[in-house]
């Protein structure tokens, strides 16, 4: 048994040194790396505390539950041992045969302390039933009583294990009763083991396990300094704080712009959508689309395409469901590879507005010079007429002026009354003055005040009428006059219109197609006016042709006379 000589007694010193070093050089660097890092606290000096913290409580945890079994196993060691050895005594004839002289003591004493020297036990008593002892460590102590209340076991015939604190310290002890030969108990033996040396071999263990520990503290230590140097690169070397503020900035800059925003990963899931891309993709606000493919919700999406090229898109059209909407998209990099991808697009109408607004100036100014040039070409022609004295002729002109203008007032009061139809119609009829086509009102059109889906018939009237001026324009060989007709009428049950004009009709290669998205013989970028409104008057109920021939295109459309969902 470990008696706590050799090993422990030449190399307990050092290994206190050891570990006041280690632990004075561990507690000295997190002292300074504490104070450099006090009031900044940051993530990395978070984590290397953090590890320390849970090695030196696992360590603890071991270092306790080691320390509970080693003392738990060499109690029950020593239990037995005091056992074994109060049996021992007890069977031996000389004790038994001793116990019935008349000085028990003499023969007892001597045999008892030879058997403690070789077992190294505290002390063996033998007593008799009334507890007077006939042998004992102090010689001095023979013939005193036992005192105590736990040997009621034993003078039963009952073996027992128990724990003794007195003025020598913790103690292990084992009673046994001494049977007779006539099988009648004569005495009983008690026998001590100091439990000193338990706390030795415990205490040895502890110290190398804690160095152990401490080893493996250090290794955790780097290791947790240059992980937390890893997860500081990986985030830009930004705290948590920082990171939290970008991410809520992020946010409420994304629900502050009127573009809607849709970002994905490289495996193209969506990872972040704001409150106009919902609304243009017709979802619900509180619909949760994040981890979501975005073939799933954008079903032409060209993000996925980017991904694999990180070609940029910028200004391209594209329709979101029922709207036109201009679309930018952009790889997201980093370390020169593509890692995501983000869309911005805004509604088109949105954007003509605006345009439209300063295209109304221009087209104001534009309007105006050319009323104030035919206006002065007539004033020039009258005034030379009555340079010349050609009256009757002069207040014919006159009359004449007079006579269109008011024709046209006059119709337009009486058959169209809708503000916004006859400002489109009148504003294309001076486009087509300029241009060299004659744009004709039918007779029999027919428009209450408040036309049914106005802004429909106006993007129709204006999209029709200027696809009818652009193949005017684009007709290298004209065969004969240019004059577009238009025709609205509300009377029946439906509204319908219909554009008509003598151009060169649409071209063969695209005459199937003319209603499918980016369709056009005008170039990249266009082809969406026509397959926006279809999708429109489908939603409504409505219906769209387009007739082609040589001698000219029909454009008709019929809406039903109800509100647009």
Known sequence: MYNGSGFYNEGKQFVYI????????????????????????????????????????????????????????????LGQRALSTAKVVAEMPEIIKALDDSD???????????????????????????????SDLKPQNIGRMLVGDDYIRVLLGEYSISQDESTLGLKVRAKAPVIGADNG????????????????????????????????????????????????KQILNMEPSEIAFLAEEQAAILDSIREGIVAVDINGKITACNHEAKRLLEIEPSENILGRHVTD????????????????????????????????????RHAGKV????????????????????????????????????AMNRLHTIA??????????AAK?????????????????????????????????????????????DPKSHLLNNCMHRELVVTILG?????????????????????????INDETEQLTIRIKDTGPGVDPEIKDRIFEDGVSTKGAGRGFGLALIRSRMANIGGTLEIESSAEGTVFKAVLPKQIIK
Request: overall charge positive; hydrophobic content about 50%; aromatic content about 8%.
């Open 18 to 77: 050891l570990i006041i070093v280690a632990a004075a050089a561990a507690l000295l660097w997190l002292a300074r790396d504490f104070r450099a890092n006090l009031g900044r606290k940051t993530l990395r000096s978070k984590i290397n505390w953090l590890v320390l913290l849970v090695v030196f409580i696992v360590l603890f945890l071991v270092l306790s539950a080691f320390s509970f079994i080693v003392i738990k196993t060499r109690f029950n060691e």
């Open 104 to 134: 028990p003591s003499a023969v007892i004493q001597p045999i008892t302390e030879k058997i403690r020297r070789q077992t190294g036990a505290s002390y063996i008593n033998v007593a008799s039933m009334s507890l007077i002892t006939y």
């Open 185 to 232: 108990q004569r005495g009983i033996v008690v026998v001590g083991f100091n439990v000193g040396n338990i706390w030795r071999e415990t205490y040895y263990y502890l110290i190398v396990i804690a160095l152990v520990g401490i080893l493996g503290l250090g290794a955790g230590f780097i290791g947790a300094y240059l992980l937390s140097g890893h997860v500081k």
């Open 297 to 332: 919700v954008i079903r032409h999406s060209r993000l996925p395409e980017l991904l694999s090229t990180g070609t940029v898109h910028l200004d391209q059209p594209m329709i979101l469901g029922n709207t036109l909407v201009i679309v930018n998209r952009v790889p997201v």
């Open 339 to 374: 890692i995501g991808a983000v869309s911005s697009f805004r509604d088109k109408m949105q954007l003509e507005q605006i345009d439209r607004r300063l295209a109304d100036v221009g087209r104001y100014v534009d309007d105006l010079r050319s009323q104030r040039h035919e």
């Open 384 to 393: 030379g007429l009555i340079k010349i004295r050609e009256y009757d002729l």
């Open 397 to 441: 002109l006159i009359d004449q002026v007079s006579d269109e203008q008011q024709r046209v007032l006059e119709f337009f009061l009486a058959r169209i009354r809708d503000s916004a139809v006859v400002g489109i119609l009148l504003g294309k009829m001076h486009r087509a003055n300029e241009i060299g086509v004659r744009l004709v009102v």
């Open 463 to 487: 999209n029709a009428i200027e696809n009818s001026f652009e193949a005017f324009l684009n007709w290298e060989h004209k065969t004969r006059e240019g004059v577009v007709t238009v025709y």
